[in-house]
């Protein structure tokens, strides 16, 4: 907690502008890229040098326990020169100046600056060694930025094939809301647990939510959580064959942290999946655990995605966003 709250107040010394262009939002163009890619924009001679190396160790480095190796961003790289037109409607867009006439690095963040949802993050720095000292210390707030961005990409997305009964059942058995788009279903439910599922002949994207009293802290203690998400999925999620079902994979084991989601102190936990009693089949899931004070209860919300030999990050990101657009 002492490091994020470091890490925010870094930025609110170095930001020199904060924009968002709210009152065009309504002109701006749909923002275009494909999903988590990111635009570099900078000399080919610094992405291609050891400044370039140090851009991709933070945004092209591994997300976190997946199956397989597979980047955060996938990166574009141009220079200033070709930083025009279509390139200015991208999603995420990165832009590193060094200028040895600077007496001190400068960060300019803007949100929907040309298209929306759009994250615009220039950096201006005097040297290499003071862009690689930023990248190191801070790169994860700038990629939590870029992801924020992608997430609500999808939400906007979903908005337009949601399957509206689905968010109606869970305001009127839960008290919230989610967006689901089209293709999922309710495949269980009874009164504190739900699981809303998509199958199509290649993959499988599943999203369980639980409720349980809010009693003792403890809930908050990764184990806890764990020990609760396989004895819920052990009840309500079979495999295919008799006996199977599914459990966490303790060879890696899951790595837990506590995030702001949609304002509230939660855990998010991320893990592989696999089948206990049952074989060839898993994948990665993300789990979000989190108060809701007002009736004194905890929710968890909990993705998980088979897709057997393809990469897995867009389907997780998917079911993420489904769970980001919690209300």
């Given at each position: 907690?002492?490091?994020?709250?470091?890490?925010?107040?870094?930025?609110?010394?170095?930001?020199?502008?904060?924009?968002?262009?709210?009152?065009?939002?309504?002109?701006?163009?749909?923002?275009?890229?494909?999903?988590?890619?990111?635009?570099?924009?900078?000399?080919?001679?610094?992405?291609?040098?050891?400044?370039?190396?140090?851009?991709?160790?933070?945004?092209?480095?591994?997300?976190?326990?997946?199956?397989?190796?597979?980047?955060?961003?996938?990166?574009?790289?141009?220079?200033?020169?070709?930083?025009?037109?279509?390139?200015?409607?991208?999603?995420?867009?990165?832009?590193?100046?060094?200028?040895?006439?600077?007496?001190?690095?400068?960060?300019?963040?803007?949100?929907?600056?040309?298209?929306?949802?759009?994250?615009?993050?220039?950096?201006?720095?005097?040297?290499?060694?003071?862009?690689?000292?930023?990248?190191?210390?801070?790169?994860?707030?700038?990629?939590?930025?870029?992801?924020?961005?992608?997430?609500?990409?999808?939400?906007?997305?979903?908005?337009?094939?949601?399957?509206?009964?689905?968010?109606?059942?869970?305001?009127?058995?839960?008290?919230?809301?989610?967006?689901?788009?089209?293709?999922?279903?309710?495949?269980?439910?009874?009164?504190?647990?739900?699981w809303i599922r998509k199958e199509t002949e290649a993959t499988s994207q599943?999203?369980?939510?639980?409720?349980?009293?809010?009693?003792?802290?403890?809930?908050?203690?990764?184990?806890?959580?764990?020990?609760?998400?396989?004895?819920?999925?052990?009840?309500?999620?079979?495999?295919?064959?008799?006996?199977?079902?599914?459990?966490?994979?303790?060879?890696i084991l899951p790595v837990s942290k506590s995030i702001n989601f949609k304002?509230?102190?939660?855990?998010?936990?991320?893990?592989?999946?696999?089948?206990?009693?049952?074989?060839?089949?898993?994948?990665?899931?993300?789990?979000?655990?989190?108060?809701?004070?007002?009736?004194?209860?905890?929710?968890?919300?909990?993705?998980?995605?088979?897709?057997?030999?393809?990469?897995?990050?867009?389907?997780?990101?998917?079911?993420?966003?489904?769970?980001?657009?919690?209300?």
């Amino acid at each position: 907690m002492k490091n994020s709250i470091i890490k925010i107040l870094f930025l609110f010394i170095i930001i020199i502008n904060i924009s968002c262009n709210n009152n065009n939002n309504n002109i701006l163009p749909a923002s275009t890229g494909k999903t988590a890619e990111l635009l570099i924009v900078c000399e080919k001679n610094i992405y291609e040098g050891i400044i370039g190396e140090e851009i991709k160790a933070v945004f092209a480095k591994d997300v976190e326990i997946l199956p397989q190796s597979e980047p955060m961003f996938n990166l574009v790289n141009i220079p200033f020169s070709d930083f025009k037109n279509m390139f200015k409607t991208y999603r995420n867009i990165f832009m590193v100046d060094i200028n040895p006439e600077l007496s001190q690095p400068t960060l300019d963040l803007k949100h929907d600056l040309w298209a929306q949802p759009q994250t615009v993050i220039q950096i201006s720095v005097p040297s290499d060694t003071s862009l690689t000292r930023l990248l190191k210390k801070h790169g994860n707030v700038f990629t939590s930025l870029y992801l924020k961005t992608e997430r609500q990409r999808l939400i906007n997305a979903f908005k337009g094939i949601e399957d509206t009964k689905i968010r109606q059942k869970l305001k009127n058995d839960f008290g919230f809301e989610m967006i689901f788009p089209e293709g999922y279903y309710i495949a269980v439910q009874n009164k504190d647990f739900i699981w809303i599922r998509k199958e199509t002949e290649a993959t499988s994207q599943s999203i369980i939510i639980y409720t349980q009293p809010f009693t003792d802290t403890m809930v908050f203690n990764s184990n806890y959580i764990i020990n609760l998400r396989d004895s819920i999925t052990k009840k309500y999620i079979p495999g295919h064959t008799e006996g199977s079902y599914m459990t966490t994979e303790k060879k890696i084991l899951p790595v837990s942290k506590s995030i702001n989601f949609k304002g509230r102190y939660a855990i998010e936990t991320r893990g592989l999946w696999k089948l206990a009693n049952g074989c060839c089949m898993g994948g990665p899931f993300v789990n979000y655990t989190f108060a809701d004070d007002s009736n004194k209860k905890i929710i968890t919300i909990d993705g998980s995605v088979y897709a057997p030999s393809t990469n897995k990050r867009d389907f997780l990101l998917q079911v993420e966003s489904i769970a980001y657009s919690f209300e």
